[in-house]
Nanobody, 119 residues
Framework: QVQLVESGGGTVQAGGSLRLSCAAS????????MGWFRQAPGKKREFVAS????????YYVASVKGRFTISRDNAKNTVYLQMNSLKPEDTAVYYC????????????WGQGTQVTVSS
C-alpha cells in the first residue's frame, strides 16, 4: 500500500505560482498512475490532474489545463504539481492519490496541503 505526504502549499497572490510535492512510501509507487485532487471549502473533492505510471501520459480537468503541469520522479517516489497563473478559485486543500483509470482515486488520502490564492 502506498502512503502519501503532500507539501508545498501556501498563500500566493493571483497570477502567482506554487509547486506541490507528494512523497510516497512503498516499493510499488512506480507501478501506479498518480493524481492530484482538491477540495474547496463547502465543496466536494474534485479531480485536478493525473499522470501515468511512466510519466508519458497526463490528463487535466479543463479548468487547469494550460496552467498546471503534473510530473513525477519515480527514482524519488515523488509526484509534483506545478501551478502557474493561479486564480482565487484555485484555493483549496490539495491531495495526491493513486489513480484508477484517468481520474478515479484509488488509495488512502493523506493530510493534504492548503493552497490559498488572494485576489
Amino acid at each position: 500500500q502506498v502512503q502519501l505526504v503532500e507539501s508545498g502549499g501556501g498563500t500566493v497572490q493571483a497570477g502567482g505560482s506554487l509547486r506541490l510535492s507528494c512523497a510516497a512510501s512503498g516499493r510499488r509507487f512506480s507501478s501506479y498512475a498518480m493524481g492530484w485532487f482538491r477540495q474547496a471549502p463547502g465543496k466536494k473533492r474534485e479531480f485536478v490532474a493525473s499522470i501515468s505510471w511512466g510519466g508519458g501520459s497526463t490528463y487535466y480537468v479543463a479548468s487547469v489545463k494550460g496552467r498546471f503541469t503534473i510530473s513525477r520522479d519515480n527514482a524519488k517516489n515523488t509526484v509534483y504539481l506545478q501551478m502557474n497563473s493561479l486564480k482565487p478559485e484555485d484555493t483549496a486543500v490539495y491531495y495526491c492519490n493513486v489513480v484508477l483509470g484517468l481520474s478515479t482515486p484509488g488509495g488512502s488520502w493523506g493530510q493534504g496541503t492548503q493552497v490559498t490564492v488572494s485576489s
